[in-house]
């Protein structure tokens, strides 16, 4: 399975950014497909999750200001990011997991496919 993440770049506070995830075929039933940020010197923290069943969650801080939505198939993801705050820059990272997503407590999250990552600037 090949996970690759495109679409970051630098946005200034307030602006707005599309990340899109392109994903190999795969050939689990139930699964899901999240973006993560890595902050320099910080934790990787879950930002969204769609699920195989097309259901979402979002972490609290982006709840409104970032949608994140799939094609049919599921192979290709996008996060659309509006409202961009500062501490939000960092590598954004499209996974691929199944049966356990996104799940902290986890290693990796309990995803088993990673891409590359995508790195986001926010400026002031």
């Known amino acids: 399975v090949q996970v690759a993440e495109s679409g970051g770049g630098s946005v200034q506070v307030g602006g707005s950014l599309t990340l899109s995830c392109e994903i190999s075929?795969?050939?689990?039933?139930?699964?899901?497909i999240g973006w993560f940020r890595q902050a320099p010197g910080k934790e990787r923290e879950k930002v969204a999750i769609i699920h195989s069943d097309d259901s979402i969650s979002y972490e609290d801080s982006v709840e409104g200001r970032f949608t994140i939505a799939a094609d049919s198939a599921k192979k290709h993801v996008t996060l659309e990011m509006t409202s961009l705050k500062f501490e939000e820059a960092g590598t954004y990272y499209c996974a691929l997991g199944s049966p356990y997503c996104g799940r902290k407590h986890l290693p990796n999250y309990g995803m088993d496919y990673w891409g590359k990552g995508t790195l986001v600037t926010v400026s002031t």
């Open positions: 075929e795969f050939g689990h039933n139930k699964y899901c």
